[in-house]
């Protein structure tokens, strides 16, 4: 079964509105989540990396206050698209797990496909 | 700057042959390398992991190798079926994960 949940998987609304992801470790405790993005037909880029209990680490390029990260528990990390526009529209996904020098794997959510129109 | 290139961008085959996915990267100090599936609009998963002391793993059908001195990883997929047609992606790295922009294989019944 997952061991990374996201939610909502689809979100369609109008320019302008604030969007809220929940990405969520099942079975384990992740200190550190990484928030990807996907253009159709693209590879995934790193966002950034959100830290719980501290401010996230955002990629270059990446606007902190567009993407609001919070990782108040050891289990949900949130990823808020703030006043939304229509360049936002793209597929999101989160993962946890893996650690350097180990043989876990990365574990990634379903991702979020956002729509804004 | 750590870049992944993966060929060819698309494969198509038919049902029962054996192929092989090709992944390079720029940077060999690397500490991981995963192999992902990926389904349209769904999100990733987890094939292999090889570790950067390993040279290869093996999952039922699939191999992956991994030739750092190189900078090269190939995934090898054995009597392919309709089933396997999806989106194949290798990333590199621990946790942060550079990702190649995979190959997008069709497996023809």
Known sequence: GAVVSQHPSRVICKSGTSVKIECRSLDFQATTMFWYRQFPKKSLMLMATSNEGSKATYEQGVEKDKFLINHASLTLSTLTVTSAHPEDSSFYICSAGGEPYSNQPQHFGDGTRLSIL | ?109
């Open chain 2, 1 to 109: 700057k750590q870049e992944v290139t993966q060929i060819p961008a698309a494969l198509s085959v038919p049902e029962g042959e054996n192929l092989v996915l090709n992944c390079s990267f720029t940077d060999s100090a690397i500490y991981n390398l995963q192999w992902f599936r990926q389904d349209p609009g769904k999100g990733l998963t987890s094939l292999l992991l090889i570790q950067s002391s390993q040279r290869e793993q093996t999952s039922g059908r699939l191999n992956a190798s991994l030739d750092k001195s190189s900078g090269r990883s190939t995934l090898y997929i054995a009597a392919s079926q309709p089933g396997d047609s999806a989106t194949y992606l290798c990333a590199v790295g621990a946790q942060k994960l550079v990702f190649g922009q995979g190959t997008r294989l069709t497996i023809n019944p």
